[in-house]
């Protein structure tokens, strides 16, 4: 079934070729550093980011056994402009953030507002000129305020920097996720003019 989650996992898929830079902000069980590491291929560079080790192993395991590689970093995603190569500096073209806890581990490990809205900053600091960040928000309460965090800082950006698309679900109550898809812009005023 289509979820958030894939819908992300679409705009991912048309957006990374082989031989791209990405970053996973929130590495959780691996299914999105999966993806990426997948569609950067042997000749990209996937590194991602979380704060339990427990995560890191799991994820770690399943690239293993799917033969892919990312380097993968017990830290938090706000430091992510200390932590990134300086080559990778203005040459990431994705990065990922689903925000939350890790489902079936301790809740009170979560995102929080202010160090994911830092970790937005950060991140667009160190895309490609065609850069995309995906983000999926839910809306535990931290989630609620993160998601008003989150797309009040969208919402700020200067029109030529870029587009942030916001996408929810409107047949489910309240408390489904949103999306917001931000894409740099490679030609600004181009864009505008479109
Ligand atoms: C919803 S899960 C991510 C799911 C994951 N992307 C996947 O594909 O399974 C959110 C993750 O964010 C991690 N997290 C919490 N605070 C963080 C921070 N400051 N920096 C990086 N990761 C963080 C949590 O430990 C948790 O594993």
Redesign the pocket.
């Given at each position: 079934m289509y979820s958030p989650v894939s819908y992300v996992h679409h705009l991912l898929r048309a957006h990374l070729v082989p031989g791209d830079a990405a970053i996973?902000?929130?590495?959780?069980?691996?299914?999105?550093?999966l993806v990426l590491a997948g569609l950067v291929g042997p000749s990209g560079t996937v590194v991602g980011?979380?704060?339990?080790q427990v995560?890191l192993d799991v994820a770690a395991a399943k690239l293993a056994k799917a033969g892919l590689t990312a380097t993968l970093h017990r830290c938090?995603?706000?430091s992510m402009l200390d932590v990134i190569p300086r080559a990778m500096h203005g040459n990431v073209r994705a990065v990922t953030f689903?925000?939350?806890?890790?489902?079936g581990s301790d809740h009170a490990?979560?995102?929080?507002a202010s160090?994911t809205v830092a970790?937005i900053n950060a991140a667009r600091q160190l895309l490609a000129p065609d850069g995309l960040i995906t983000v999926v928000c839910y809306r535990h309460d931290e989630g609620q305020r993160e998601l008003d965090a989150v797309r009040a800082s969208f919402a700020s950006i200067p029109p030529p920097q870029g587009l942030c698309m916001e996408t929810r679900c409107i047949n489910r109550d309240g408390s489904a996720p949103v999306i917001f898809a931000f894409a740099a812009a490679e030609e600004p005023l181009d864009i505008l003019r479109r």
């Amino acid at each position: 079934m289509y979820s958030p989650v894939s819908y992300v996992h679409h705009l991912l898929r048309a957006h990374l070729v082989p031989g791209d830079a990405a970053i996973d902000a929130t590495v959780g069980n691996g299914n999105d550093t999966l993806v990426l590491a997948g569609l950067v291929g042997p000749s990209g560079t996937v590194v991602g980011f979380d704060v339990q080790q427990v995560a890191l192993d799991v994820a770690a395991a399943k690239l293993a056994k799917a033969g892919l590689t990312a380097t993968l970093h017990r830290c938090g995603h706000e430091s992510m402009l200390d932590v990134i190569p300086r080559a990778m500096h203005g040459n990431v073209r994705a990065v990922t953030f689903n925000l939350g806890y890790l489902p079936g581990s301790d809740h009170a490990i979560t995102t929080m507002a202010s160090t994911t809205v830092a970790a937005i900053n950060a991140a667009r600091q160190l895309l490609a000129p065609d850069g995309l960040i995906t983000v999926v928000c839910y809306r535990h309460d931290e989630g609620q305020r993160e998601l008003d965090a989150v797309r009040a800082s969208f919402a700020s950006i200067p029109p030529p920097q870029g587009l942030c698309m916001e996408t929810r679900c409107i047949n489910r109550d309240g408390s489904a996720p949103v999306i917001f898809a931000f894409a740099a812009a490679e030609e600004p005023l181009d864009i505008l003019r479109r």
